[in-house]
C-alpha cells in the first residue's frame, strides 16, 4: 500500500542548514506533490495521494547555541529518549559523518524531536504522533 505519510528534513536542510539535506528536502516535497499526478511518471503505476508531509525541526535556537538556524514552528513534539541508542548506533554505520560527532549529540540525542507539517492533513493538537488523524 502507498505510504500515508512521508516525512524529510525541512528546506532550511535541517537543524545545520548543510546543502545535502536541502536537496533531499525539496526532491522529497516535490515528490510528494508529484505523486497524486497521474501524467508525472506513469511508468511506475497509478498515482497516490499521502496524506501528509511533515518535515523534521526544532525549537527556535538559545542566544548561546553554536548554530542560529530556524527551522519552521513544531506541530508534532515526539519523545525520542528510547530511541537514543539506535539513532547513535546508525549514526556510527555513517564513517563519512563522524567529523559531526559532537553536534550530532547536541542536536540528535539530548531532547524529543520536533516535526511541522509541510502539506496535507492537518495534524491534531498536541498530538504526539506523526499518523494521528489518518
Known amino acids: ?6 516525512v524529510t528534513v525541512g528546506p532550511e536542510g535541517a537543524p545545520t542548514g548543510h546543502r ?7 526532491a522529497t516535497t516535490a515528490a510528494w506533490f508529484l505523486a497524486r499526478v497521474a ?3 506513469p511508468e511506475h503505476g497509478a498515482p497516490h495521494a499521502p496524506a501528509r508531509l511533515c518535515y ?11 548554530l542560529q538556524l530556524l527551522g519552521l514552528p513544531a506541530d508534532v513534539r515526539i ?12 549514526f556510527l554505520a555513517h564513517a ?15 531532547r524529543d524531536e ?11 493538537p498536541g498530538c504526539d504522533d506523526l499518523l494521528a488523524g489518518l
Do not use: M, N
Open 1 to 6: 500500500p502507498p505510504p500515508r505519510g512521508v
Open 96 to 110: 563519512s559523518q563522524r567529523h559531526h560527532e559532537a553536534r550530532f549529540r547536541s542536536l540528535s540525542l539530548e
Open 114 to 124: 520536533f516535526y511541522a507539517l509541510a502539506a496535507g492533513v492537518p495534524v491534531p
Open 79 to 90: 519523545a525520542t529518549g528510547a530511541w537514543r541508542e539506535p539513532k547513535w548506533r546508525a
Open 39 to 41: 501524467t508525472a511518471y
Open 20 to 26: 545535502g539535506p536541502r536537496a533531499i528536502s525539496r
Open 56 to 66: 523534521l525541526t526544532w525549537e527556535r535556537p538559545r542566544p548561546d547555541d553554536e
